[in-house]
């Protein structure tokens, strides 16, 4: 009963003001060494998110990534729902990235029952610097919402990047609302899992699918809108589902860049999670 | 269309030789006014209902829903008929109108507006001058279909 009326409260209570960006090591960020550099960097950075939501084994999770070339080749990788589980040394995301040879950093977020630490987490072929946490605003009585942002080292160019993982059921004006303090104003790339469903929530419960039905405003596109307004343009269409559940397919997930060329994008629909991974191409040197 | 009309004509007149307590019960209070949650009229409506016959009503329900920022207006008409027993179907518009706040600055929120149907099949229970609806259907419109659970506590005074 309590679980639900805190559920109830996340959808219409009060916004907080987060924190300030803090440095890693204040903010308990697990870092990785150095990557191996497998090859010269090139003008083209490929960048993956995927909230790995059920794909709790490392093995299984590198299988699934390379059942997609596409996300199996990208150079950064944003993950949510990562995790680090009791009695292990490292956590899954430094598992995932010590497999495929990149660097990580990996932010705890959220304690789940069975002692679980759930996190978001960059991956990279390159190196990482400049690490930082904000903790965003959290809507009622919400779960706490993290922003991971690094500078990947492409050569001699620094590209900003942003990981985020917004509150599930809250109504569109709040979730810009925690967004924003995490929407950078210069050169950056912002992405992750939005959880932008389709409807509003009445009381942070039940989805208003009827008036959803009638006025058909999609809060992917919406989203969108106040992107394009801080000059970030998206990977993803708003009708495009990256949410597997039928028959809700939505649009949770996307990859924003700022003053950075989009080259090519893509959704790649593979198991394991209920997202599909996406990915964006983007041309640094440009 | 003139068939349609006869067809909903004749078996509305027929009601009223239908000898039931209840059906008698409606038709002697013509006016019923309620409150729903979930149902035609979005989040929490509330209604006014006409008895044309036995058998057949016309309603329309509204609401209004402020949460978080966003604000919510829906406004339907309907057209209600009993279908034996506690059953009974609704047809009808809804209206809506959806408009998002911005809580920053440089950003000018959005709005919204649509129209579209519904279509729903309820149960009701009587008892007196107090009414109880449950109610589960479909609405439709530029967004698609979806679906909607209502349940309504009115009373015809």
Redesign the interface.
């Known amino acids: 009963m309590r679980r639900w009326l805190l559920v109830a409260a996340a959808?219409?209570g009060s916004v907080d003001d987060g924190t300030p960006w803090q440095d890693a090591a204040s903010a308990g960020v697990e870092l990785g060494p150095l990557p191996t550099l497998r090859a010269a960097p090139g003008c083209t950075l490929r960048i993956a998110s995927w909230n790995v939501h059920g794909l709790s084994d490392p093995d299984d999770l590198v299988a699934h990534l390379a059942a997609s070339q596409q996300i199996a080749n990208a150079d950064v990788l944003f993950l949510q729902e990562t995790a680090q589980y009791p009695g292990e040394d490292q956590t899954r995301s430094a598992q995932l990235a010590t497999t495929l040879a990149m660097t990580w950093a990996h932010v705890p977020v959220h304690l789940l029952r069975g002692g679980v630490m759930q996190g978001n987490a960059i991956l990279s072929r390159f190196a990482l610097d400049d690490v930082e946490v904000k903790r965003l605003p959290t809507?009622g009585h919400g779960q706490a919402r993290f922003a991971l942002a690094a500078d990947v080292m492409v050569g001699e160019r620094r590209v900003r990047v942003v990981d985020v993982h917004l509150e599930v059921r809250?109504?569109?004006?709040?979730r810009?609302?925690q967004l924003?303090p995490a929407v950078l104003e210069e050169r950056a790339v912002i992405g992750g899992d939005f959880n932008t469903a389709?409807w509003?929530?009445?009381?942070g419960i039940?989805p208003?699918?009827?008036?959803?039905?009638?006025?058909?405003?999609?809060q992917a596109a919406?989203l969108d809108?106040?992107m394009a307004?801080?000059e970030f343009a998206g990977a993803i269409a708003p009708d495009v589902d990256t949410f597997t559940l039928a028959p809700f397919g939505m649009r949770l997930d996307n990859l924003y860049a700022r003053d950075i060329p989009i080259a090519a994008t893509g959704i790649e629909r593979i198991g394991g999670s209920d997202h599909y991974p996406i990915w964006f191409d983007i041309d640094v040197c440009n | 269309m003139r068939a349609l009309v006869v067809a909903i004509a004749l078996w509305s007149t027929s009601a009223r030789a239908d000898e039931r307590e209840g059906v008698r019960a409606e038709v002697t209070r013509h006016h019923l006014l309620y409150v729903e949650a979930l149902g035609k009229a979005g989040p929490y409506g509330i209604g006014y209902e006409y008895a044309i016959t036995a058998r057949l009503g016309l309603g329309t329900a509204a609401s209004y829903l402020r949460a978080g920022g966003d604000e919510t207006w829906t406004a339907s008409p309907y057209v209600h008929a009993w279908l034996g027993g506690p059953m009974f179907c609704e047809l009808g518009a809804i209206f809506a109108h959806s408009h998002i706040a911005s809580p920053v600055m440089g950003w000018g929120g959005a709005s919204d507006s649509g129209g579209g149907g519904f279509a729903t099949l309820g149960w009701q229970y009587v008892r007196g001058v107090f009414v109880v609806r449950a109610s589960g259907g479909v609405a439709f419109g530029e967004g698609g279909l979806g679906p909607m659970l209502g349940i309504a506590v009115g009373a015809r005074p």
């Open positions: 959808g219409c809507v809250i109504q569109m004006t709040d810009i609302r924003d389709p509003q929530w009445v009381e039940v208003l699918t009827s008036t959803e039905a009638v006025v058909g405003q999609n919406v809108d106040y307004s801080r």
